[in-house]
């Protein structure tokens, strides 16, 4: 059976993909609303057991970015007590504003027999589509898991319920400063081959 796919480019998506910061984001450049569309329509071909299909999205452009910032700056500064930090609450409110978009990701307990480690799994395998398509689009993001992420006074603010978590903020962009190489060790070292 001959290959259905360019392997190779395959390969050098996969290796090339990098996590692509704020700073690094080109200043006022907008995606198209229907390229974030295709983003999350690949993130939605993830797997996920018994089909259950866990993951949300909350997509925040426009004046969203600004009401989502002025939420979590708010929020942070009310809960964040004693660990209070000045900078992280100006970071809260700076930030969302300088992305084209920005996406919370969410697990929808929808499935209370599955293991809930599972339904997380399952959005970090949609993530992962998510960040592969972003970047064979020539864009550039990253998973933030910091700031209000697993903050139950959060929830209601994206239509979450008790049982559901809310995972974190991938920030999206055009790229005007790409990132450096990665490297990763080799695999035969992550690796344990049982063939007898």
């Known amino acids: ?52 299909e866990p993951w949300r999205f909350i997509v925040f452009t426009g004046a969203g970015l600004q009401r989502l910032a002025d939420f979590q700056a708010d929020l942070y500064e009310r809960t964040a007590g004693p660990a209070y930090k000045a900078a992280k609450h100006a970071n809260l409110r700076r930030n969302p504003p300088l992305c084209s978009h920005v996406i919370a990701l969410a697990m929808k307990r929808t499935e209370r027999r599955l293991p809930e480690i599972e339904e997380i799994e399952a959005v970090a395998c949609a993530v992962q589509n998510l960040h592969l398509s972003a970047h064979a689009y020539g864009l550039g993001g990253y998973w933030s898991s910091g700031g209000i992420t697993y903050t139950d006074e959060a929830k209601a603010f994206f239509g979450l319920d008790a049982d559901d978590r809310l995972l974190g903020f991938f920030q999206l962009g055009y790229v005007e400063v790409p990132s450096a190489p990665g490297h990763r060790g080799p695999v035969q070292d992550k690796t344990r081959w049982v063939s007898e």
């Open 1 to 52: 059976m001959s290959e259905l796919f360019d392997t190779e480019q395959i390969n050098r998506l996969i290796r090339t993909r990098r996590s692509t910061f704020i700073p690094q984001f080109a200043p006022g450049r907008v995606i198209p609303d229907s390229t974030v569309w295709q983003l999350l329509e690949n993130a939605n071909w993830a797997p996920s057991h018994k089909q259950t």
